[in-house]
Each structure stands twice: as C-alpha cells, then as structure tokens.
C-alpha cells in the first residue's frame, strides 16, 4: 500500500473513478428502489449514503459491486473496469471461520491466482494498518467483534482496490469499539488514500467521517441533497467537538427529517 | 430464606479466616467440584454399570441354571470368541471389507451428487427423487432382488450397504453447500470467483461439518447394510461374514457362537462410531461450533 500511496486532492480537483449515470432500480412486482441516481465517485471522496431504511442506500452500494444491474440509467468506471476495483466491507464481518486470519485476508488475491507466499507481505500490511498484525494466525471465533471487522477491512483495502465500498459496517458494534473504528478508519484513509463509499443511517457518523454526505430520501428512493463536509483529514476528537461539526450534523439532520414523509416520525 | 439466616459455608468461613479475604468464592468452588466429578463419572459410571449388567447377566444365567444353548452365560461367549476366532475373525475381515468400501464409495457418491445437484438446479430437480425412493424404500424388501439381477455376491452386498448409506451423506453434504454465508456469496461474485473456485472455497468447507455429520450416521448404516444384505443373501461358505456366522451358528444350535458374533458385529458398529466422531472432532476442533470446549 504504502508504494501506491495516492495523494487525496482538495475537493473539485479530484478525478472521477466511478460514474452513476440517471440510475433507475426496480424490483420485480414494481417496486421503485432508486430513481435518476447520479453520482461521480472521485479519486480521494470519502462518500456517505445517509437515508432512513428503504431509501435504497444499500441499493446503489450493489449496483455498484455488480451484484445487481441498473433498470435503466450507467453505471462506468473510469478506463474501464479491471480486477482492482473492489474492496467490500458488509455489515457483518463475513470472515471465513475455517481459516486463520492472514488466510482471510489473503482470499482475494488466492481468487486471482496469486499464492500465499507471494503476497504475504502486502497481507501483513494490511493487518498492521488494522492493527492486527499479531493476530495474523488467530481463528475468526478468537476474534472480538471488533476485531473481526477490522479484518474485513483489511481485506477489502489489501488489493489496495480503487473504490471501498462499506455497508453500515459498524452498525452492530458498541458505542465505544464503534468510535474507536471510525477513528482507526479515518488514520487508514489517511495513510492509503483509499476512495470509500459508505452507507450509514446515522448523521454523526457521516458527518464525522466523510467529506461529501449524500442524503436519501425513500419511496423512490432517491439522493435529495449533497452536503460537503470540508474539513480537513486527520479529524479527530477535535472534529467531534468543532462548532462546524454541529452546525453540518444541524443541517444533515434536518435535510433527512424534511425528506420524512409528514406520517413517518423518526 | 432471608439474607441474614442464609447458611455461611465452610470454605468461605476458613477462608475468612486465615485472614487473607475471601479468596475464593464458595460457589464457585462447588461449581468446579461438581466439574471435577462429572469429568470422572463420564468415564467410571458407564463402564461400572456396563459391568454390573455382564455380572448380572451371568448370575441369571448361574442361579437360573439356564442351559447355554438357550443363553450362554458371558463368560462363555467370551471363551467361545477366543475358542472360534479363527472363523469369527475371517467373517470379520469381511464385513468389515464390505462396510468399509460401501462407506467410500457411498462418500463418492453422496458427495458428487450433492455437488451436482448443488451446482445444476435441473439436475436436483431430475435425480433427487430416485434418492429418496431408494432411501424409503427398505433395503430387505430390495436386497432379494438385487440378488436375483447381480451375479457376484461381493458386489450385492455393496450395493445393498451403499444404498442404505449414501443417502444421509448426500442429503446432510446438500445441505452443507447451499448454506455458505450468502455475503460470502457476494464477496465470490464481487471478486469474479469462478464457479470452481466457489466451490473449492467457499462451498466445500461451509459443507464440511454437514458432511461429517453425514458420514458418522453413515458409518452405521453401511455396517447395517452390509449385515442385512447378507441375511438376504443367505448361502455364502467361504468368503462370508457376521450375519452369515450367526444365521450358521442358529441353525446348529450353536447360540454361543451367536453371540460372540453379535458381539464382534456391536463393537464394530461403536469403532467405527468413534472412528467417524474422531474425524469429525480432528477436522473442526479450530474452527467449528460444534467442536469448541465451553466451559
């Protein structure tokens, strides 16, 4: 990772890597998952799709991994698609309980064909960015569950992919682990320059991770305002506490509660 | 009871005592007393009250004056065990043989359909039902007719063991590959694994301790088939096995003969339990539910 570090340009200067083009989903029986979704996904973007369940966040997150193909509307990638596109973090760690926790990690590059031996030191590099580096023989079950999802991150960052993309990842955590992840999250994004896509249903941890939230309205589901968060990376407890801080999680807040349907109370 | 008159035990009135605090929690060393048995009773009881019922079978036997050609006492049987091994043994070695192979190749078998049947929706729809027919429909009732069609005895009995064995192997190792964690699913078809490298990966091992457990009900029934089979199959004099001793042994009276018979065909049946059970603790103890020590 380190000897492909990318340097994260200031916002509006970024190339895009992935482009959402009047993206339409709907489901067999009718049912209107996404409406016109348009978005770029650049080179650096720390994205957060911020929604009420059923607005479709975890709609577009598929379509772009390529399990599901858009109704109508592109999807491209930019210079085309290739093997490294992809990292995935879900929200559960998905680890493979057979195997150790280098094994894990090593799973992506084991599917291209690519031994062990010959990548174990971008493995280790990625378990020490995880902190994990001397867990590299533990089983899944000796893990906590923090743990656990810092090994799914790991692997979703090992092939040092072009896009991260991380479904409600902490979602099943505690306060306290989930808080110490996001911090962790943000050192990695920093030390690899990795472009995240992120979806969460809460405004703090979107305002406090990301650098463009995109909020999302239900039934069609559909992005309803982009707010760009641009303070600068490392953040930390400081960012937590900043008057900006509160004044955006105010704004984010209150873009998602008008959205709600007047029957709908949160 | 209230908190006042509630009984102080012994160990923690000692420990007070010695003037260090309580060091240890009198319940929870009850707790660990009560481990402590229960590991030795594991063990001593059921092979104390095995025992008893051998003592007690022979003391019918004695007191009764039972006459050993309508039940022999225990140390009969074992005396006829060690008197007939010679053609005991041999019968062994072929049961054995049979349940052994009729075990192999119901794994091939129940595997490559399962794996089949996994990968080609169709090709369950078509088969799946011959599967079951032949598991519901019992194998004393088809055991003749496999004689009839087959010439060599050998291959009959496999026949009759592998059909009664393979099923729980292809149903449990079935089960076992359709339930990989669907996001596993998803990271697969994300990093554009192939459909061999899905099942190498992913499907094979979440199937592992399914088809474990298949394999441990399977041991038995293929000893059951192989032993079934040759009752059905009746006349065999050389290269026969247990069932066919004891059927032998019947006909002369020789019930002595019969139960040492029986007894070689039980113990088979529990090595080859345990046989099974140590495979499957050996193959999950890292990683499995199923395996773990919980305390």
């Known amino acids: 990772m380190s000897s492909h570090d990318r340097m994260i340009k200031p916002l509006g200067q970024r190339e895009t890597v992935l482009r959402m083009q009047e993206v339409d989903k709907t489901f067999n029986g009718g049912v209107v998952a996404l409406r016109r979704l348009s978005l770029d996904v650049n080179q650096g973007d720390f994205i957060s799709l911020l929604g009420p369940s059923g607005c479709g966040k975890s709609t577009a997150l598929r379509l772009i991994a390529g399990l599901m193909s858009p109704t109508l509307g592109r999807i491209t990638w930019e210079g085309g698609q290739g093997q490294d596109d992809l990292g995935v973090v879900f929200q559960e760690p998905t680890l493979m309980p057979w195997a150790t926790v280098a094994r894990n990690v090593h799973l992506p590059f084991r599917l291209r064909g690519q031994s062990y031996a010959a990548v174990k030191d971008r493995i280790e590099e990625a378990l020490s960015l995880v902190g994990l580096e001397k867990f590299s023989n533990s089983y899944p079950r000796e893990l906590s569950g923090g743990m656990k999802m810092r090994v799914s991150i790991a692997r979703a960052l090992v092939t040092n992919p072009r896009v991260i993309l991380m479904d409600e990842p902490f979602a099943a955590l505690d306060e306290i682990t989930r808080q110490k992840l996001n911090d962790d999250l943000l050192s990695l994004k920093a030390k690899t320059g990795a472009t995240v896509v992120f979806v969460t249903h809460s405004v703090f941890e979107s305002v406090f991770l990301s650098d463009r939230i995109l909020v999302m309205a239900a039934r069609p589901g559909r992005i309803i305002k982009e707010i760009i968060v641009d303070a600068p990376y490392p953040r930390g407890i400081e960012w937590r506490t900043a008057p900006e801080y509160s004044a955006i999680a105010r704004e984010t807040s209150d873009t998602l509660h008008g959205a709600l349907a007047p029957g709908e109370t949160h | 009871m209230s908190i006042a008159d509630s009984p102080r035990t012994k160990s923690a009135v000692t420990a007070n005592e010695t003037g260090g605090g309580p060091l240890f929690d009198a319940e929870e060393e009850r707790r660990a007393r009560a481990r402590r048995v229960e590991q030795i009773a594991r063990w001593v009881l059921p092979a104390l009250v095995m025992a008893l019922a051998i003592w007690f079978w022979d003391r019918i ?63 369950e729809m078509c088969f799946s039902p011959f599967a079951v027919i032949l598991q519901v429909t019992p194998i004393v009732s088809i055991a003749p007719l496999i004689f009839i069609y087959i010439e060599s005895r050998l291959v009959g009995l496999l026949l009759c063991a592998w059909i009664v064995a393979f099923f729980p192997i292809l149903a449990n190792t079935t089960l076992g590959l359709k339930s990989a964690d669907h996001n596993l699913r998803d990271l697969m078809t994300i990093y554009r694994a192939s459909r061999w490298q899905r099942l190498r990966f992913l499907q094979l091992p979440s199937a592992l301790p399914y088809f474990l457990g298949g394999l441990r009900i399977a041991g038995g029934l293929a000893l ?72």
């Open chain 2, 61 to 123: 036997v004695v007191w009764n004056e039972i006459p050993h050609y309508v039940l022999p006492g225990p140390g009969l049987v074992a005396k006829t065990l060690v008197q007939d091994w010679g053609t005991l043994s041999q019968a062994l070695v072929v049961t054995l043989k049979i349940t052994a192979m009729a075990l192999a190749v119901a794994v091939i078998g129940g595997v490559g359909l399962a794996v089949l049947f996994t990968q080609s929706k169709f090709a």
């Open chain 2, 224 to 295: 059951i088939g192989a032993v079934v089979a040759e009752y059905v199959a009746g006349t065999g004099g050389i290269g026969s096995g247990l069932a066919f001793r004891i059927l032998e042994a019947g006909y002369r009276l020789n019930i002595p003969r019969m139960f040492a018979a029986l007894l070689l065909i039980a113990l088979t049946g529990v090595v080859i339990y345990m046989t099974t059970s140590l495979i499957s603790h050996l193959a999950l103890r890292k990683w499995h539910e199923s395996a773990l020590k919980r305390d």
